[in-house]
């Protein structure tokens, strides 16, 4: 399925119905309307970040349903592709945070440092938000955080909005980075003004691990 670790970490979640049954309801939304990300690249955020690899976790709840968008990170467009408004904010306060200007709105420098961008539900179809959810994705990507959360080393987990910091009581033990969500509808209410970025870095070096060059 993903071609590394993770098909061995997640190998029973491949079998059980509820897997089968989701498979099969994403294959036929593809073969009738047009869905998002491109469907080789639905698990790819798994595929750039090996479970080995794993040192934070960045949740996203569906992928953009806008044309050309998605690409199977979360918050992360191609480059020219319009920055989304989300992912501005992202890098207002990554400016904010450590001086840092980026304009490269792909993600993947990210997802290879280390950094699994997880959308928890991980396809969509166009122009119609949160269209999957209930396919079983939730089910899916809950297992994957309970797994990510069984490794022995820390894992920073990064939760922007309620709906990720939902998932909190799966991650005794973890440390944890939560604030408002970055859309432009509650980025001022809390995300703006929280550096995530060097207290990411923070805690990596804290666990003796290589920081992220941003």
Known sequence: MIGNDWDQILKDEYEKPYFKELIKSVNNEYSKEICYPEKENI???FRLTPYKNVKVVILGQDPYHGEHEA??????????????????????ELNNDLGIRRDNTDLTDWANQGILMLNTIM???KDKPLSH?????EIFTDQVIKKIAEKDDKVVFVLWGNYARSKKEFLKGHPIIE????????????????????????????????????
């Open 43 to 45: 698990f790819r955020a």
């Open 71 to 92: 690409n199977g990170l979360c918050f992360s467009v191609y480059n020219g592709v319009k920055c989304p408004p989300s992912l501005l904010n992202i890098f207002k």
């Open 123 to 125: 396809s969509v179809s």
């Open 133 to 137: 959810k209930g396919f079983g994705w």
């Open 179 to 214: 604030s408002a969500h970055p859309s432009p509808l509650s980025a001022s209410r809390g995300f703006f003004g929280s550096k995530p970025f060097s207290k990411i870095n923070k805690i990596l070096k804290e666990n003796n691990k290589d920081i992220i060059n941003w």
